[in-house]
T-cell receptor
């Protein structure tokens, strides 16, 4: 298994540009999440999905869109990039199990710089 | 809503010395607790987790943590650290009935020196 993969690894955008961060997992996990990591703030949840066709907002959803058309893929879209979205983005997935005792598996991250 | 506090942003320690990284949480309902490690330029890896049962939890790489419900703490310990333990460590909490949303602390940078 490749686990959780993210592309691209690095990206530089200009303010106002749009882009999609890709996330895929080959473990047949139902749950998938997007986090952003900023210095001194830990990881904050952007959006998450409990299964194909179902998404919900996390702690910091503004400026981001997601969709979940398949179990494997969970792309994150920036419609109009802003410098405040400069961050490291992590995708995570986990299986659904009895009692919600799953472990989240994290991808390697995408480093985004918005100029 | 639950929250996690990691009071120490940086912890320097000499190699082979013991270390404790502190984590306190706040929640009105029962929680699951996790410690993750992030090595430079990598994603997060699970070190250990407390779900139920014994309050002393052993994880990978010789780390362990103790759940203390009365003090709402989940401190991470290692009796003898190695240079390779230099990394950032995150404590996280999830409600037992709250789906799959993790709430993370702000992280503690462990720097092991010779």
């Amino acid at each position: 298994n490749a686990g959780v993969t993210q592309t691209p690894k690095f990206q530089v955008l200009k303010t106002g540009q749009s882009m999609t961060l890709q996330c895929a997992q080959d473990m047949n996990h139902e749950y998938m999440s997007w986090y952003r990591q900023d210095p001194g703030m830990g990881l904050r949840l952007i959006h998450y999905s409990v299964g194909a066709g179902i998404t919900d907002q996390g702690e910091v959803p503004n400026g981001y869109n997601v969709s979940r058309s398949t179990t494997e893929d969970f792309p994150l879209r920036l419609l109009s990039a802003a410098p405040s979205q400069t961050s490291v983005y992590f995708c995570a997935s986990s299986p659904r199990g009895t009692g919600y005792q799953e472990t989240q598996y994290f991808g390697p991250g995408t480093r985004l710089l918005v100029l | 809503a639950q929250s996690v506090t990691q009071l120490d942003s940086q912890v320097p320690v000499f190699e082979e010395a013991p270390v404790e990284l502190r984590c306190n949480y706040s929640s009105s309902v029962s929680v699951y607790l996790f410690w993750y490690v992030q090595y430079p330029n990598q994603g997060l890896q699970l070190l250990l987790k407390y779900l139920s049962g014994s309050t002393l939890v052993k994880g990978i790489n010789g780390f362990e943590a103790e759940f203390n419900k009365s003090q709402t703490s989940f401190h991470l310990r290692k009796p003898s650290v190695h240079i390779s333990d230099t990394a950032e460590y995150f404590c996280a909490v999830r409600l037992t009935g709250g789906g799959n949303k993790l709430t993370f602390g702000t992280g503690t940078q462990l720097k092991v020196e010779l």
